[in-house]
C-alpha cells in the first residue's frame, strides 16, 4: 500500500503537536519502533488503521486469507529477522481466528504483537456486531494484553507491547483497540517521552546472572564425570552470541551436548560433541546420556514432556543446573540444584569466564570412559535405514558432492 506520509506537524501559534487520528498514532509508532512488515486481514473495526496505512509508504501491509495465517506469517517473519512480528486484524472473528497462532507463539516463545479491532467502548459488555471479549480469550495464551480505553494511552501502549514482547522471554502480546479510539484525535507522544516502553512499572527481566550461582556452576562442572549439556530454545532467541558462547564453552570443556527440538542449530549438528536431538524422537545415544549422565547442564530449555517423559524417573541420578531468563520455567517440571535466572548468553559467558579464572580442568580418566560409553551407545547406529532401491525414505540424505 503506498500514499502520502502521516507527518506531526507543529502549530505555529502554541508550538504543540498537532494531532492525530488514534489510528494514525498507531501507525506512526509502528514506524518509530522500526516496523516494516504487518501481516493482517482487513475489517470493519480496523478500517480506519487501513485508510492511515494507505496514506504512508514505510509500513508495508501483506494480505493473508485468514488471521491465523497472519499470525503464522508474523511468527516466521520473528524467527527469521529476530524482531518482533506484526499482526492486525479485526474484530470477532478476526481476533478469535488468531488464538491457534497467539498460542503457537506463546508455547515456542515467539515475539509477536497482534493488533485486534474493538466495538467502540462504549457497546462493549453490549453483545454488539462482532463483539468478542478479546482481552479475556487472549489472556492464557498470551504473554501479556492490553484494552486500550484512551487514545491518549496508545503510544505508551503499543511501545510497551513491543517491549514486553521481545523482552525477557519473548512471546505474543495482543493489544485491543475500539473503533473509537482509533478515530479519536491525541497528540502524538515521542518515544523519550513514553519511556520506549522500558519503563515498565513491574516487567524488568533479570539479565545478569548471580556471580555464586555462577561458580557454584563452574565447582560442579569441573567435579563431574558423566556431564551433558541440554541446550533449547533459548540459546536460539537469545542470539546469535549465546550460540557462539554455548560453542565456545562445550568445545573448552570437551563435554557432549544435546538439543531440544527447539533449540536445534544453536549447536552444529555435524561437531563430533554433538549427540543429536533428544527425546521421543531423538537419537538413543542422547537420551542414554540423559539417563546415566551425573551433572546436566539445562540452558533456554523448558523440560518438555516430550523430552522427559515420566517425570520421576527423569535422569534421577543427576545433579542439575537450569539457566533460563523466565524465573517461572524454574522448578517448574523438573527440581534442580542450581538455579540461574538470566540471559543465555550472558551466562554462559559468565561460566567461561569463571571457568578459566579458577584453572578447572575436566577430569580426564573421567571423561575418557564416559566418552567411550557414548561412542558404544552411538555405535548402534541408531538412524540407519535400508533403501528400498525402489523409493526415497523419508531419511534419504543424498551424498555431500550433489
Request: charged share 20%; hydrophobic share 40%; with cysteine.
Amino acid at each position: 500500500m503506498c500514499g502520502r506520509e502521516i507527518a506531526v506537524t507543529t502549530d505555529a501559534e502554541d508550538h504543540a503537536p498537532a494531532e492525530l487520528t488514534g489510528a494514525e498514532l498507531v501507525v506512526r509508532t509502528l514506524v518509530d519502533l522500526g516496523v516494516d512488515v504487518v501481516f493482517g486481514y482487513p475489517g470493519g473495526a480496523v478500517l480506519p488503521i487501513y485508510d492511515a496505512i494507505f496514506k504512508q509508504n514505510e509500513l508495508r501491509h501483506i494480505l493473508v486469507r485468514h488471521e491465523q495465517g497472519a499470525v503464522h506469517a508474523a511468527e516466521g517473519y520473528a524467527r527469521s529477522t529476530g524482531r518482533v512480528g506484526t499482526v492486525l486484524v479485526t474484530s470477532g472473528p478476526g481476533a478469535t481466528n488468531s488464538v491457534t497462532g497467539l498460542t503457537d507463539a506463546l508455547m515456542d516463545s515467539i515475539p509477536v504483537v497482534c493488533l485486534t479491532g474493538q466495538v467502540p467502548t462504549h457497546m462493549i459488555g453490549n453483545d454488539a456486531f462482532q463483539e468478542a471479549d478479546t482481552v479475556g480469550i487472549t489472556r492464557p495464551c498470551t504473554k501479556h494484553n492490553y484494552l486500550v480505553k484512551d487514545a491518549n494511552d496508545l503510544c505508551r501502549v503499543i511501545r510497551e507491547a513491543y517491549y514486553i514482547a521481545s523482552a525477557g522471554r519473548p512471546g505474543p502480546v495482543v493489544v485491543d483497540l475500539p473503533k473509537d479510539v482509533v478515530m479519536t484525535k491525541a497528540p502524538y507522544v515521542e518515544a523519550e517521552a513514553a519511556g520506549n516502553g522500558r519503563n515498565h512499572r513491574s516487567y524488568r527481566p533479570r539479565r545478569i546472572p548471580d556471580a555464586d550461582a555462577v561458580k557454584r556452576t563452574v565447582e560442579l562442572m569441573a567435579r563431574a564425570k558423566r556431564p551433558l549439556f541440554y541446550a533449547g530454545g533459548g540459546v536460539i532467541n537469545a542470539g546469535p552470541g549465546a550460540a557462539q558462547s554455548l560453542a565456545a564453552l562445550v568445545r573448552r570443556t570437551g563435554y557432549p551436548i544435546t538439543n531440544t527440538l527447539m533449540g536445534l542449530g544453536c549447536y552444529p549438528g555435524t561437531d563430533p560433541l554433538f549427540l543429536g536431538m533428544l527425546g521421543m524422537h531423538g537419537t538413543y545415544e542422547a537420551n542414554m546420556a540423559m539417563a546415566e549422565c551425573d551433572l546436566m547442564i539445562a540452558v533456554g530449555a523448558r523440560f518438555d514432556d516430550r523430552v522427559t517423559g515420566r517425570l520421576a524417573d527423569f535422569s534421577r541420578g543427576s545433579t542439575k543446573v537450569q539457566i533460563d531468563i523466565d524465573p517461572s520455567s524454574i522448578n517448574k517440571n523438573v527440581p534442580v540444584d542450581v538455579a540461574i535466572i538470566g540471559d543465555a548468553g550472558l551466562a554462559l559467558d559468565a561460566i567461561m569466564a569463571e571457568w578459566e579464572a579458577s584453572g578447572a580442568e575436566p577430569n580426564a580418566e573421567a571423561q575418557a570412559a564416559w566418552w567411550r560409553q557414548l561412542e558404544a551407545w552411538r555405535g548402534r547406529d541408531c538412524l540407519r535405514y535400508k533403501n528400498s532401491g525402489t523409493a526415497i525414505k523419508p531419511q534419504y540424505r543424498p551424498p555431500a558432492a550433489l
